[in-house]
């Protein structure tokens, strides 16, 4: 299964951009990344996923390197409610074309006033 | 609102009861999931489901069973045989399994406490 390693924590000052990275070095070629955030005691919440190209909705923007060995998600004015733990997951077969997501520790964002 | 309703919220048992949890949704989607989290931890999967009357285990099903008698519906049951039940629970669902595409929406989750 491909895998994924985030950094534990980060800090980011509120209104600036916050780079949230991730290495995913095993990824298969078809093998989605995706990032989720959970705010303290509730469900996660979907980001952006993305395979090859870069990717960009209301939330934030998910820049994947060419190889596919590491991704970086783009929260481009970060807010006091964007403090979150987030998840960058990269889906894992489960039976025939089915997937599932794995969810590791994921990276502690705190903003910070 | 479209959404995942998890009851209850918060729930107290004491050791060597067993414990059903309820996860409702209206979004039409066919698979459901439970996983659990623990302090500190990422989630884990204990089952899913694809369709109705089917599902499957997932990477901790010990101790746990579900069932799928409607599309809407997806309760799980935290038995006695669970050695360490007092976890934060989040059921999902989405669209299909995730075959290629597609995200999962979660519950506000169910924290369970054992005495």
Known sequence: ?113 | DGGITQSPKYLFRKEGQNVTLSCEQNLNHDAMYWYRQDPGQGLRLIYYSQIVNDFQKGDIAEGYSVSREKKESFPLTVTSAQKNPTAFYLCASSRGLLASTGELFFGEGSRLTVL
């Open chain 1, 1 to 113: 299964d491909a895998k994924t390693t985030q950094p534990t924590s980060m800090d980011c000052a509120e209104g600036r951009a916050a780079n949230l990275p991730c290495n995913h070095s095993t990824i298969s070629g078809n093998e989605y990344v995706y990032w989720y955030r959970q705010i303290h005691s509730q469900g996660p919440q979907y980001i952006i996923h993305g395979l090859k190209n870069n990717e960009t909705n209301e939330m934030a923007s998910l820049i994947i390197t060419e190889d596919r060995k590491s991704s970086t998600l783009i929260l481009p004015h970060a807010t006091l409610r964007d403090t979150a733990v987030y998840y960058c997951i990269v889906t894992r077969p489960i039976s025939g074309s089915a997937r599932q997501l794995t969810f590791g520790s994921g990276t502690q964002l705190t903003v910070l006033p």
